[in-house]
């Protein structure tokens, strides 16, 4: 009787500790997959050179991402991103091409997107203005100021100096890669180590109870949007450094692809759990399912069609093991 008491028990915690590990390390588990399908398909694929491109081409929405991440876990939401990363790559681009120098263009560029950003959090909070019709009157009004500004026309001449950012190498490694790796490793920091990190995930999870708790909720709502805004301009600037042409159509459609990696990633859309580790893999995971879609010679229309089925099973599972463990 004993025997089997301590049999059974083995088996739940085996069972429970199996469902544990697929909870926590599922994306983990799906990247793996991945890269093994990838690698199957080409010999190119698991090299290094190839995984140095992956973090070139997938720096610019991974550093987008990462404001986004912020502003989910409050349970917001951010359309705007890709219109203001337009607008400030315009900026930057005007600036640069009028004679000003490039630190101080890039600079006021990311003061354009701060400034955007506070605009929403501002409208969001203080007149109680959902975060999706805020975001989304300042998406529609940021892309339409980047076309106004330059008469819908791309701004050429860019000093080769510029591009450094965006296809400048430090070695090997990309910089727009090490930008994006750095900015990831500071904002988890920020998010586990900090008592500001630690009152986003609070005004998340619950904001009556955060403000209760003498956190100011709005104050904190605000700052999201303005790191979010900051963060989609440094995007804009290292896209326009990359393509060293300011294109005021760029990055149309990218809000979609960095809350799809901010999901995918684990960050609950309802708030309070989540982190930019998980972004980074996600950025990651949609980077080589493209890829994986590029070897095989798929169609854009097909990949899109695909990805989005890839991304709502992702999401299907993600809940599923959640779930099973919540119980």
Not at 46 to 64: A, D, E, P, Y
Not at 70 to 86: H, K, P, Q, R, Y
Not at 91 to 117: D, E, K, N, R, T
Not at 260 to 272: E, F, I, Y
């Amino acid at each position: 009787m004993s025997n089997m008491s301590i049999g059974t028990g083995e088996k739940k915690t085996k069972k429970l500790n199996i469902g544990y590990l697929l909870g926590k390390y599922n994306l983990l588990i799906l990247l793996v997959v991945f890269i093994i399908i990838a690698s199957t398909l080409s010999s190119r694929f698991f090299t290094v050179q190839n995984f140095l491109n992956l973090l070139q081409q997938s720096s610019v929405t991974g550093i987008m991402a990462i404001g986004m991440t912020f502003v989910i876990l409050v349970a917001g939401i951010d359309l705007s991103v890709g219109s203001i990363a337009a607008l400030s790559g315009m900026v930057v681009a005007m600036l640069i091409s009028a004679g000003w120098s490039i630190p101080l263009a890039i600079i006021l560029a990311l003061a354009a997107g701060g400034v955007l950003g506070f605009v929403s959090g501002f409208l969001s909070t203080k007149f109680s203005i959902p975060a999706f019709i805020a975001t989304l009157a300042m998406m529609v009004s940021a892309r339409g100021l980047a076309l106004l500004v330059t008469n819908g026309q791309p701004v050429y001449g860019l000093p080769e100096s510029f591009s450094f950012l965006g296809a400048g190498f430090i070695g090997r490694v990309p910089v727009s890669g090490l930008v994006w790796i750095v900015l990831t490793i500071v904002s988890a920091l920020a998010l586990k180590y900090t008592p500001y990190g630690r009152n986003l995930f609070a005004v998340g999870g619950n904001p009556e109870a955060a403000h209760l708790s003498g956190v100011r909720v709005n104050r904190h709502l605000i700052s999201v949007f303005v790191i979010s805004g900051i963060l989609s301009g440094l995007a804009g600037v290292v896209l326009t450094s990359w393509l060293t042409v300011g294109q005021p159509t760029a990055s149309s459609g990218a809000e979609l692809n960095a809350i799809a990696a901010v999901v995918l990633g684990g960050t609950s859309l309802a708030g309070g759990v989540g982190g930019v580790l998980g972004t980074f893999a996600g950025v990651l995971l949609m980077s080589i399912i493209t890829n994986i879609f590029n070897l095989v010679g798929l169609a854009s229309y097909y990949q899109q069609i695909f990805m989005g089925l890839i991304i709502v099973l992702a999401l299907v599972l993600n809940k599923f093991v959640m779930g099973k463990n919540a119980h």
